[in-house]
């Protein structure tokens, strides 16, 4: 059974920057793609970044050039540094094992002055 555990979420001013983490196991690890959703209040969820076994990585248009998505295979977990936030980043963010589909809990993001 593979088990996703975010974390990392909080309140930041516009502009400021967050780390969320994303913590694997039950899995190869290392041979998983992983992926970052949100999802905004009245909002579907979207994509925002994911990472492959290869560390292929690939964003949303909305968070190019000021997000970022890496793997550390040794610790079985997949990061989104998240800077120059604006308030329409903020939403509950999801990792998710693109090999299985399992989910986590998800991180509240909350942008704002």
């Known amino acids: 059974q593979v088990q996703l555990v975010e974390s990392g979420g909080g309140l930041v001013q516009p502009g400021g920057s967050l780390r969320l983490s994303c913590a694997a196991s039950g899995t190869i690890f290392s041979i998983s793609t992983v992926g970052w959703y949100r999802q905004a209040p009245g909002k579907e969820r979207e994509l925002v970044a994911w990472i492959t076994s290869g560390r292929s990585t690939n964003y949303a248009d909305s968070v190019k050039g000021r997000f970022t998505i890496s793997r550390d295979n040794l610790k079985n977990t997949v990061y989104l540094q998240m800077n120059s936030l604006k308030p329409e980043d903020t939403a509950v963010y999801y990792c998710?094992?693109?090999?299985?589909?399992?989910w986590g809990q998800g991180t509240q993001v909350t942008v704002s002055s």
């Open positions: 998710r094992h693109l090999n299985s589909g399992h």
